[in-house]
Each structure stands twice: as C-alpha cells, then as structure tokens.
C-alpha cells in the first residue's frame, strides 16, 4: 500500500472517533464516557497525521512529475515513472468504511445468555458507594435502583432492607435459557464492553416480553430465605411494568 493510501486509512480511523463522539453517543455502545476526551483527542491527531502523510505524498508526487518533465526535455528521461503499491492494498478500505456505514450495536441480550448467571461476591459490598440510604430519601414511594446495586444489595444486604419495598428497575429482557420466567438484566462493564459482566433478576409472574427489548419494571424484591449468598438468581414478583427506549448509555 501506498502512503497516499495509509495517510487516508489514518484520516478516516480519526473521523470514526470524532464522529462517534461529538456528533453522537455511540462510542458509549464500546467504552465508558470517562473515555470521550481521550477519544476526541486520539480522532484529532490522527486526522491531523493522515492530512500530513497525505500533503507530504502529493508535494513528492508533483515534484517527481516536474522532474520527469525536465529530463525529458533534456533527452533523458526512461519512460518509467515510479512505481506504485498494488492495487489491491486499497481493499484494506473497506473494514474503514464499514464503521460509517454499519456500526457495531451495543451487547445485549446474547452476551447476558452467554454469560449465566454471576456470582455472589466474595466480600460484602460496601453499599455506600451507591447511597447513604435510598429507601429513607424515597419516604414510603418507589425506590429506583441501578440493576448493580440492586443485586449487590440482594446478594450483600443482611439487614434485608429491600423486602416489602416498592422498587423501580431498568433493563432489557433476556430469555430464560431454562424455561422458567425470564431475565430483566443489565451490562456492567469496568472500562470498555470487553470486559462487561451481567446483572440480572429472574421474573416468573408475567408474560416474556420480545427478546432484546427495554423495560422499565415497578415491584418488589422475592425474599429469599437462607444465606443470600446462596442466591443463583435473586427474584423480582413485577406490579407495573412499561416499555422504554434504548438509553443512550446501555451500561451500567
């Protein structure tokens, strides 16, 4: 390949991440948000890099042609002008070009069903990171929890604080590969979607809803008795539930 060829790969990679990021929210379909500066920042200096391979390549180009041109006004010049990279090196386009044209979605559903069920944490989440106490700030309304603090709260939470409790929940369905009820789960993820984990709750008392779509769900937490550790999947008993859009964010 050629470096007219490389400096447009460069220029067309920097316009996928400035495209993702200032003039959308896809990039929260692969990374956090924390990442959106370095993103920008990365885009730019690649834009800026491919625009320089590729001026530097056209000022070689012209100043070859003039010169082939003086030699062959001088009766020296060999009829061969400089060869080029094969034509086939172009084809390496086109994984460039499908990012504009077909973006790659979000997880969903498919990954959650690939993952199973998680585990119980080996120690007791500190559930301060979410908030002081929730269920005080919400008096006797509905609480509404992020699906990962939910279930750390059902598999950590001795004092049981969410039993009898009105509790509103967000995510998208998930068939239950074995034949009871269904998932309303959520992807989590510590960096980028490479490393996310499922969280999920288990609903046996309504119908299953299209694979993939997004609910927002209103019950209560099924008690369980026992060790909550002992918990494979933590049960959700559903008073409302309505369809919602996709969020902007898909992650936890």
């Known amino acids: 390949m050629n470096r007219m060829a490389q400096g447009l790969i460069l220029v067309l990679l920097g316009a996928a991440a400035l495209g993702t990021t200032l003039f959308s929210e896809l990039y929260l379909n692969y990374v956090q948000s924390a990442f959106r500066p370095f993103l920008i920042a990365a885009g730019g200096v690649l834009v800026v890099l491919g625009g320089a391979v590729i001026a ?58 690939a993952q199973g069920a998680s585990s119980a944490p080996d120690d007791r989440v500190d559930l301060s990171e979410y908030r002081d106490d929730p269920f005080a700030e919400a008096g006797d309304g509905p609480v509404e929890l992020e699906m990962r603090e939910f279930v750390s709260r059902a598999w950590t939470d001795e004092e049981r604080t969410m039993a009898d409790r009105t509790i509103e929940l967000t995510g998208f369905t998930v068939p239950n590969p074995e034949g ?55 049960r959700f008993t559903v008073e409302e539930m309505e369809a919602v859009q996709d969020p902007p964010d898909p992650y936890e």
Do not use: K
Not at 59 to 87: F, I, K, L, N, V
Not at 199 to 227: H, K
């Open 56 to 113: 530097t390549d056209l000022r070689a180009a012209a100043r070859s042609e003039e010169g082939t041109g003086d030699a062959a006004a001088c009766g020296h010049g060999d009829g061969h002008g400089a060869e080029s990279g094969p034509r086939v090196a172009w084809l390496l386009l086109l994984p460039v070009i499908s990012v504009f044209v077909v973006a790659p979605p979000a997880l969903g559903a498919y990954t959650a069903a």
């Open 180 to 234: 009871e009820g269904w998932y309303l789960a959520r992807l989590e993820m510590a960096c980028c979607a490479a490393d996310a984990v499922v969280n999920r709750v288990l609903i046996t008392d309504e119908p299953v809803p299209e694979e993939d779509t997004w609910w927002r769900v209103r019950g209560t937490w099924e008690e369980p008795e026992g060790d909550l550790q002992q918990v494979r999947d933590h």
